[in-house]
């Protein structure tokens, strides 16, 4: 038996999960800023120009990234 297989944690055999506080549960979406999991989600359409915007804000230290959407 392999030395290092002997000493791992019963946590490193558990796929990673997200926090309880993440709106996203089935996906690891965090700020790149605070590395916080309280993310919130917008969409936006602009009915001129028929372009439909993603927001993504974190709730902790209000950075926000805008992401054009297709459809």
């Known amino acids: 038996m392999n030395a290092a297989r002997w000493f791992m944690r019963r946590e490193d055999y558990q796929p990673p999960r997200t926090p309880a506080e993440s709106p996203f549960r089935r996906f690891k979406v965090s700020c790149l800023a605070c590395r916080s999991y309280r ?23 209000r950075q926000w990234e805008k992401l054009k959407a297709t459809i």
């Open 39 to 61: 993310t919130r989600l917008e969409a936006q359409f602009d009915e001129e120009t028929g372009e439909m915007t993603l927001l993504l804000i974190c709730l902790r230290c």
